[in-house]
């Protein structure tokens, strides 16, 4: 069966760094596409960064330079590192996954706040 957890979330003050995990389990080779997004209290989801196999990254205007996506095929990992938060980052952030078809984490909570 394919999973996809998150960890890593939690509560930061502005300024401040998480760096969230997304494990993959039940695949046998390496997803072309994995990504993270995040949605706020009544807002939509939102793409957030993606990374492809040949590990080519891509980062949402609101994050470039203060996120960084990447991934651990060997240990079937992907990452986000992320600083100078700031409170409009606070969401929920989930990662997704194609292997075939779209694979979601059950999300991680991310306040920034003083």
């Known amino acids: 069966q394919v999973q996809l957890v998150e960890s890593g979330g939690g509560l930061v003050q502005p300024g401040g760094s998480l760096r969230l995990s997304c494990a993959a389990s039940?695949?046998?080779?390496?997803?072309?596409?994995m990504g993270w997004y995040r949605q706020a209290p009544g807002k939509q989801r939102e793409w957030v960064a993606s990374?492809?196999?040949?590990?080519?990254?891509n980062y949402a205007d609101s994050v470039k330079g203060r996120f960084t996506i990447s991934r651990d095929n060997a240990n079937n990992t992907m990452y986000l590192q992320m600083n100078s938060l700031k409170p409009e980052d606070t969401a929920v952030y989930y990662c997704k996954m194609y292997y075939g078809r779209d694979y979601w984490g059950q999300g991680t909570q991310v306040t920034v706040s003083s």
């Open positions: 039940g695949i046998i080779f390496s997803p072309d596409y």
């Open positions: 990374i492809l196999n040949r590990a080519s990254t």
